[in-house]
């Protein structure tokens, strides 16, 4: 099969994604299922694999990268449950999805605790194991997520990491009584545009702090974002929360100090920049900050569900497998107006 492929870390200029003839197809395991990819969106996480910014412990090479994964099954492996937990059987034929937590070990505290998110032994699509940017890719059964079918697979490939990390960011908000909520997200690209759109249907105001007038300001704004501004600039309310999408630990001063007594400001990234320090009046009055590490497959269920309720569309770019550097690189550089993704057609 044909996969890219990540050698060594490397800034991603340097293109360091090998596309691969002959690549060897993957076997479904016990509990797995073999899925032929049809689309893979490309994520930020994506840039932190590649450029080695992610703990040095658990990354593995060689490693195909990509978790937002979205293709058909075409086997299982031995004694495969062929249903998604809490959701429809799964059969040959069934659409599905797989997102970036790939599997957890069931058994620590925090699993045992339904907090499996924080597993302490747990699997990364595209990171400690291989993911999405190939022809095929193999995935416990239990952490697959039946797709709407109304959804192209194009517009649902960002769903699965960039949609589910911004609801489980919006749920980390603690924000109980949404009409009206004053709402500030910094950084505008895959996770926020999606974001802002439950937001929105649940009642808030959008305060978007963001860089690119053409790109991602005038993208919040036809999302009905009520005031957007640039990265540091301060929203003209106190906010309720804010979420913080870049991942620039510089940001975090400013948007503390957009907080309203007892806000939340939640840091959405699993690699951030360092954090300058601040004065403590920022952080006094009860306000809190707070990280959002990885999701859980509850997370990636209520998303689905309230995703189609709300009609939530993704803005995309689309690119050919043969051009994944050419796709990080745009990302990269914020030459991105929503989400990217990768279409993969296993017959070319």
Known sequence: ????????????????????????????????????????????????????????????????PGHQIVGEIVAFGPESPHNEVGGPALAVGSRVGVAWLHGTCGQCRFCASGRENLCDRPAFTGWTVNGG???????????????????????????????????????????????????????????????????????????????????????????????????FDQPPVALDAAIIFAPAGEIVPPALQALDKGGRLVCGGIHMSDIPSWPYRLLYGERSITSVTNNTRDDGRAFLHEAGEVGVQTHVRTFPLEEANDALIALKHDAIRGAAVLMIDPDD
């Open 133 to 231: 940017f190939a022809d095929e890719v193999v995935a416990p059964v239990d952490f697959l997520y039946p797709l709407p079918a109304a959804l192209p697979d194009e517009q649902v490939a960002p769903l699965l990491c960039a949609g589910i990390i911004g609801f489980r960011c919006l749920r980390m908000t603690a924000i109980r009584h949404w009409p009206g909520a004053p709402l500030g997200l910094y950084g505008f690209g895959a996770a926020a545009h999606i974001a802002i759109q439950i937001a929105i249907a649940r009642g808030a105001a959008v305060y978007v702090c963001t860089r690119d007038r053409d790109r991602h300001q005038s993208l919040a704004e036809d999302l009905g974002a009520t005031w957007v501004g640039g990265t």
């Open 1 to 64: 099969m044909r996969a890219c492929v990540l050698d060594r870390h490397a800034s991603i200029e340097e293109r360091p994604l090998r596309l691969a003839d002959g690549v060897p197809r993957p076997s479904p395991g016990r509990g797995e299922a073999l899925i032929r990819v049809r689309a893979c969106g490309i994520c930020r996480t994506d840039l932190h694999v590649i450029e080695g910014e992610l703990d040095p412990q658990r990354s593995r090479l060689p490693i195909i």
